[in-house]
């Protein structure tokens, strides 16, 4: 990634002084999601389930900022793991202002297979990860009466797509918690939006390679998103100056969630 | 990453553009680098906001503009055109909320609902069927609508603004799907309530007067549009088309029971 030409950056997309813990499943968003924070001034401090989605991180924010970011290792879908992100979180930080969520572990199989592991480890990592870090993160924005929190989802929270009907219930409960902890914590300050990707991929494929592919054809837009389509939006959702949106989704997906 | 927020230039036609959201939405525009055709049924304001864009150092024309005339669209895009060589951005902002007034549907006559039906979403038809094919030609573009909550939940005897808004929606939904091919996107601004009219105008009766009602407790500001219409005619939005980008302090994620209402029951054994 090149380094930022900042001097373009409109203010209200400044997030400098404040500081961001972005919790990532794994997906390769990630990285460029923790980096559009930094670029736009924040403090990043990782959370993740491994050391290689950590690292990952740690890296896209160090080679678009040069800040080192903090991290914590560990699940965090109880309530013990969700304190102990907020105890590696206190040792090196004061405030926490921004939390994002990107906690969406892929998971396709056809229905009358799945199993109760797989549906309740989905849920675990998904939904629950989700609240759990959610609700401990949320009681320190609520003593500070300010928060932004940010929930990454796929547009499969508002369509079905054939074997993928556990991870869809994963999304559509997160797109619920979004609208509820919008409502419930609204006079605290506290901002709570969606962040909605469609067909993603990180690379940087060529469009002619890509429309080989009927899914890509299909979507309004001829091609796959890229993590950074929703860098700006992000960041946006993440700042003081989004203080009137709240409890809802904003789906980037060329086109898909308008398609018949 | 975030470096294509920035306009560079870009050409941004804005109806509405003089006074109220249209006014706070040329200003942040102006402030990121847009040049701008300022359309608007009188005269004064639009030249005001003009004034204000070219004092800033950005290039600016006001174009007196009554969209329910298509001919008037025809020439607000030929003008800016003529002017600036190109159409980036249009954002159709401007609307009618006159129907706000308390009036039962059998008091609405004929003229009452062709009259806001006309400048409120044929209006954003017109102007976005004179802006697409300069921006499909180009290969690329975008058109911003400048919906309202009440183009997705119904309001008491507002017939003609709902209705509308709800229409410009799905106009919004039909043109991101038509357009993609051209490289050009549709996506909606949807508002909550954000006072912009004078406050001891008749139809403030029937308005929000504080944000009391609301999840997060307070009304928007004009301002609040800013940065989305910065967004939304950047680069930066470019994978973004069809959708609805809201601000209405959480009221639409609620709504089906008195703010505040909050049940408390434990599990059943």
Partial sequence: ?260 | MLENLYLDGKVVVITGGGTGLGLEMVRALTRSGANLAIAGRRPGPIEAACDEVIAAGQDAIAVPTDVSKSSDADALVDAAMAHFGRVDVLINNAAMVADNVLKPIWEITDDDWESAMSVNLSGAFYCARAAAKPMADAGKGKIINVASGFGLRGGRDIYMYCSSKGGVIQLTRVLSFSLARYGVTANSIVPGFIPTIDPGAEINRTLPQSGDFLPTGKLGKPEDLGPIAVFLASDASDYMTGEMFILDGAGLAAGITPTGHAPVAGLEP
Wanted: charged share 20%; proline share 5%; aromatic share 6%.
């Fill in chain 1, 1 to 260: 990634m090149a380094l930022p030409s900042r001097n373009h950056l409109p203010a209200e997309f400044s997030l400098a002084g404040q500081t961001a813990i972005v919790a990532s499943a794994g997906g390769d968003e990630s990285p460029f999601l923790a980096a559009a924070l930094a670029e736009a001034g924040a403090a990043v401090f990782a959370v993740a389930r491994r050391d290689a989605t950590a690292e990952a991180i740690a890296d896209a924010v160090t080679a678009v900022s040069g800040r080192e970011t903090g991290c914590h290792v560990g699940r965090w879908d109880t309530p013990a793991g969700s304190a102990a992100v907020l105890e590696s979180f206190a040792a090196t930080h004061a405030r926490v202002d921004i939390l994002v969520n990107d906690t969406r572990s892929f998971f396709a199989k056809p229905a009358a297979g799945i199993t109760l592991a797989e549906w309740d480890e989905l849920h675990a990592r998904n939904v629950r990860a989700t609240f759990m870090l959610s609700q401990a993160v949320g009681q320190r924005m609520l003593d500070q009466q300010y928060g932004r929190i940010v929930n990454v989802i796929s547009n499969l929270a508002e369509r079905a797509v054939i074997n993928c009907s556990a991870y869809s219930a994963t999304q559509a409960a997160v797109l619920s918690l979004t609208r509820s902890l919008a409502v419930e914590w609204g006079r605290s300050e506290i901002r709570v939006n969606a962040v909605g990707s469609g067909w993603s991929i990180a690379e940087d494929i060529p469009l002619e390679t890509q429309r080989e592919e009927l899914l890509v054809r299909y979507t309004p837009m001829r091609r796959k998103g890229h993590p950074r389509d929703l860098a700006a939006m992000l960041v946006y959702l993440c700042s003081p100056h989004c203080d009137y949106p709240s409890g809802q989704p904003v789906y980037i997906d060329g086109g898909l969630n308008a398609h018949p």
